[in-house]
């Protein structure tokens, strides 16, 4: 089992940058891949980036590619997600997430979920 707790949300300016962090419980963690998504009000929840297990692999939507960027520490249990010039269209919760096998875009391929964090991008 893998409990995960995601912190660095917040209040931004547009253009501004912010770090998430996702910190997981467990000796496991290593063995996970990650993945970040979010979910803004009203809309469906968006798959971002993930990373396999050893952080040797990135997968990114498409949209993502040139201002987010997934990193991971195993020994700190630790994912990251940094955030560069931020819109206000990037509101939302966003939540990481543990997938024990096969890894990608798709939400069903991960079996824990962090509470998720805000972050809010005023114009």
């Known amino acids: 089992q893998v409990q995960l707790v995601e912190s660095g949300g917040g209040l931004v300016q547009a253009g501004g940058s912010l770090r998430l962090s996702c910190a997981a419980s467990g000796r496991t963690f290593s063995t996970y891949a990650m993945g970040w998504f979010r979910q803004a009000p009203g809309k469906e929840r968006e798959f971002l980036v993930a990373i396999s297990y050893n952080g040797g692999s990135t997968y990114y939507a498409d949209s993502m590619k040139d201002r987010f960027t997934i990193s991971r520490d195993n020994a700190k249990n630790t994912v990251y997600l940094q955030m560069n010039r931020l819109k206000p269209e990037d509101t939302a919760v966003y939540y990481c997430?543990?997938?024990?096998?096969?890894?990608?875009?798709?939400?069903?391929?991960?079996?824990?979920w962090g509470q998720g964090t805000q972050v809010t991008v005023s114009p």
């Open positions: 997430a543990a997938a024990p096998g096969n890894w990608g875009a798709r939400a069903a391929l991960y079996e824990y």
